[in-house]
Nanobody, 125 residues
Framework: QVQLVESGGGSVQAGGSLRLSCAAS????????MGWFRRAPGKERDVVAI?????????YYTDSVKGRFAISRDIAKNTMYLRMNSLKPEDTAVYYC?????????????????WGQGIQVTVSS
């Protein structure tokens, strides 16, 4: 069974930075896509950024984080990262990493069959 474990969350002031990590284990196939989603209080879980594991140039960012967040992965460590700069209070949410089979990125959360437990990010003004 695939396991995803997030780390790196916490509380920062607006304008600060955080880096989230997602360590994947027991992944039996080499063609898959990973992504970061978040759920803000009172809202649905929405996509933040997506990366194709086989092609790190194949990425997607939701408009609100473009230019501030950067998604990356380390194949040797089987770990995905989300570097978050210039954080805003509206970035406050529980962040989840997710995995789907296949190299074609998708922003549809229902296509992701594996999820981490979630990690809190709080940005104060």
């Amino acid at each position: 069974q695939v396991q995803l474990v997030e780390s790196g969350g916490g509380s920062v002031q607006a304008g600060g930075s955080l880096r989230l990590s997602c360590a994947a284990s027991r992944v039996p196939f080499s063609s898959y896509t990973m992504g970061w989603f978040r759920r803000a209080p009172g809202k649905e879980r929405d996509v933040v950024a997506i990366i194709s594991w086989n092609d790190d140039d194949n990425t997607y960012y939701t408009d609100s984080v473009k230019g501030r967040f950067a998604i990356s992965r380390d194949i040797a460590k089987n770990t995905m990262y989300l570097r978050m700069n210039s954080l805003k209070p509206e970035d406050t949410a529980v962040y989840y990493c997710a995995l789907k089979w296949g190299a074609l990125p998708s922003i549809d959360r229902d296509q992701y069959g594996y999820w981490g437990q979630g990690i809190q990010v709080t940005v104060s003004s």
